[in-house]
């Protein structure tokens, strides 16, 4: 199978910085679009970020804030989170559009979520 494993969350101060790496293990033949979500208490899931090849988007409201980038050597997609808001605490999930072999279609693959706390 494959797995997303997320790292990096965790409690920062108004205007501080964060980096989310995500990393993709298992029967992997290759990777389209990796992105990352959150999910706000009581809100929908949200895309906030997505890479594919060397395209990149984001939602408004992180644009110029935030970067999202990926090491296709390593299966591992970062976002890099600056000037960050009380308004981005949430949990952040990645997400990876994965082929697991040779001429299959892609599935959509998720991490368990890691916790964002924006707050003084």
């Known amino acids: 199978q494959v797995h997303l494993v997320e790292s990096g969350g965790g409690l920062v101060q108004p205007g501080g910085s964060l980096r989310l790496s995500c990393a993709a293990s298992g029967i992997i033949f290759s990777i389209n679009t990796m992105g990352w979500y959150r999910q706000a208490p009581g809100k929908q899931r949200e895309l906030v970020a997505a890479?594919?090849?060397?395209?990149?988007g984001y939602v408004d409201s992180v644009k110029g804030r935030f970067t999202i980038s990926r090491d296709n050597a390593k299966n591992t997609v970062y976002l890099q989170m600056s000037s960050l808001e009380p308004e981005d605490t949430a949990v952040y999930y990645c997400?990876?559009?994965?082929?697991?072999?040779?001429?299959?279609?892609?599935?959509?693959?998720w991490g368990q979520g890691t916790p964002v706390t924006v707050s003084s």
């Open positions: 997400n990876a559009q994965i082929a697991m072999f040779m001429g299959a279609n892609t599935r959509s693959f």
């Open positions: 890479i594919t090849g060397g395209s990149t």
